[in-house]
C-alpha cells in the first residue's frame, strides 16, 4: 500500500491546478485535511459571507474528492497556533508521512505555516510547500538592486519579462485512487459566531469548482472583448466576478491566465485591449500579495509610507456610520454601499469612490474602512483590500497622489450617465431623471423626501483634505 500523505486545504478549494494535492497524489494515497477555526477569522474581521461562501465551496470540493476515494478530514480549532500539534496528531493516527499544502502570505499565515514546517521536519516527516495562489513567488521579482518593487509598473514590467520565458502550466487533477477505510468527518452547515446568509444571497454566488469555471467561460467568450470599455460601469455585467472564487481558491490566477491569453489568441501584453486590461488586474492582485510579504507592516494596521502615519483623521462616528450605511446623501456613494451589505460585493470602480470619499472628503482614517469592508466583502483579501485603501488614502505604493481626489458627484455622471445603478441601490431617487439623479435638487432634500441631504459639502472637504495632507509635509 501507498504511503498515507496529508494534503491540508485552506483557500485552494480546488481539484483543478492545485499544487499541494497533484504533488501529494504522486507521492502517495492523499487525505485531505482542513482546519476550522472560527475565533482567528473573527479575529481577522472575516465576512459572514464570506465564510459561508468558504464552506459551501468546502463541501462541494469534498463530494468530487469522494469520487477520487480520497477522504477529507477536519480539524475544529480555538486558533491559528494550535495547528502544528494537531495536525501533527493527525498524522501519527493515520501514520502519514508527509504533509503538503499551498502558502498563505500575511502574517500569521506565515507563522502558522513555519511552525507546521518545523514540527514535522522535527519529527521527522516531510513537509512540502509550494506557490499557488499566485503566479511568483514573493520576492522572486526584484529590482537591480535587489530590492522589492515599489512602483507597480515597474513590477508588471518585470511580471512580463518572466512570463515571456516561462508560462505557468496548470496541473490537472489527481487521479481516482484506490479506495481506503479512512472515513471523512462530516463538515458542519455553518460555523459559530457567523450569522447565517439568506437563499438570495447564496444564489448570488453559486458555489463548486464547476460553478466558477462556467463563469470564467462565460466571462472569457462574452465579456472580456470588451472588459476595457465596460469595466467602470457598474450598472453593466462589464467585469469578470471571480474574485470571490480566486480568494477561496477556487480558481488559480494561473487558470485565469491561460482563459485570458486563450481569448487573446496566445497574447497577454499585446493584442485584445480588454484581456490586456483583465491580465493586468491580475497582475495588481499578484503585486499586493508581494507588497504584504516582503512589507509585513501593511498586516499590522500601518500606512505603507511612515510619513503618513501623522495624518491628522477626523473621528466622526455619525459621519463613518452614514458612510457604512449608505445614508451619506451622495447618491452614487450611497448606492456603492447598499450593493455591498446586500451582496457582499462591490464594483471596482465604486470600491475607489468611496474609499476616497471617506478617507478624503470625510478625512476619517482608511483603517475604518478597511475593516468595514474586509466584515461585509465575500472576496475580503487582506493584501487587495489594504492594498486599494492605501491607494485611495495616499497612504500606500504606488498611491494615488493626495491633491488626486474624485469627485463622486462627476465620477457618478461619467460611469452611470443614466443613473440606473442609482435605481437600482437608491430606488427613493428612481422618480429623477438622468440629470437630476446624481445630484438631487437641494430643494426636494429639505421637504419630507426620504432620502437624507449631503452630509459634506464636496468642494469645502476637498479643500479641507488637501490642507490636511499639504501640513504633513510642513511639519516634517
Partial sequence: MKPIQLCWLRNDLRLQDNHALYHASLEGQVVAVCTL???????????????????????????????????????????????PQRLMALASELEAKGIFFNDEYGVHEQQRDDLVMQCFTDNGLNCQRFTDQILFAPGSLLTQAGGMFKVYSQ??????????????????????????????????????????????????????????IERLTHFADDIMQGYDSTRDLPAVDGTSRLSAYLVAGVLSPRQCLHAAIGANRGEFDSGNPGAVSWINELLWREFYKHILVCYPHVSRHRAFRPDMEQVPWRNDTAALQAWQQGQTGIPIIDAAMRQLLATGWMHNRLRMLTAMFLTKNLLIDWREGERWFMRHLIDGDLAANNGGWQWSASTGTDAAPYFRIFNPVSQSRKFDPKGDFIRAWVPELAHYDARQIHEPPAADLFSAHSYPKPIVDLGSSRKRALDAFKSLGETA
Fill in 37 to 83: 477555526s472560527a475565533e482567528t477569522w473573527l479575529a481577522h474581521d472575516d465576512a459572514p459571507i464570506k465564510i459561508d461562501f468558504w464552506l459551501r465551496n468546502l463541501k462541494a470540493l469534498a463530494l468530487r474528492l469522494q469520487e477520487r476515494h480520497i477522504p477529507l478530514r477536519v480539524i475544529n480549532l480555538d486558533s491559528w497556533t494550535e495547528a
Fill in 155 to 212: 513590477f508588471r514590467r518585470q511580471a512580463y519579462l518572466q512570463l515571456h520565458k516561462h508560462l505557468p502550466a496548470c496541473l490537472p487533477a489527481p487521479a481516482k485512487q484506490a479506495e481506503t477505510v479512512i472515513q471523512s468527518d462530516p463538515l458542519p452547515d455553518s460555523i459559530s459566531g457567523f450569522n447565517a446568509l439568506s437563499q438570495e444571497q447564496r444564489q448570488l454566488w453559486p458555489a463548486g469548482e464547476q460553478a466558477a
